[in-house]
């Protein structure tokens, strides 16, 4: 019984110590999930690629000032990302409310840049005051 005892707090040891190791050793996020003020602040300090993830026709009804389009839901998105964009500087991403910005950041992620996803999309954007171009 004793025997029984010892191997099961041994047991447990082992697993809680590889339980511990592998939380503190998975993976961070792909990217950086940013409110409204925070990416008008990343854009503001320049140095940073704007990209409305959005369809064309989106794009042309508004968009932040100086931002690219390239619309997500197409086949040909992370060729024309890599062609469009420098690895090199930090890509501001956002589509409508937030859901394609994140299937895009995880694209440009796994291609080599840096993203931070607005959180809400331009929806969150234009109800928080900010300006667009049309």
């Known amino acids: 019984m004793k025997n029984i005892l010892k191997n099961s707090i041994r047991i447990s040891i082992i697993l809680c110590a590889f339980v511990g190791f592998v939380a503190c050793n998975s993976p961070k996020a792909a990217f950086d999930n940013i409110d409204v003020n925070q990416f008008e602040k ?8 704007v990209v409305d993830v959005r369809t064309e026709k989106e794009y042309k009804e508004g968009h932040i000032k100086d931002a690219q389009n390239i619309d997500v839901l197409k086949d040909t998105f992370a060729g024309i990302a890599k062609q469009k964009l420098d690895r090199r500087k930090p890509v501001a991403v956002y589509c409508r409310s937030g859901r394609r910005s994140v299937q895009a950041c995880e694209i440009l992620k796994a291609s080599g840049f840096k993203t931070y996803n607005l959180l809400g999309g331009i929806l969150e954007w234009k109800s928080n005051g900010k300006s667009i171009e049309e």
């Not at 990343?42 to 690629?49: A, Y």
């Open 42 to 49: 990343l854009i503001q300090k320049g140095n940073v690629q």
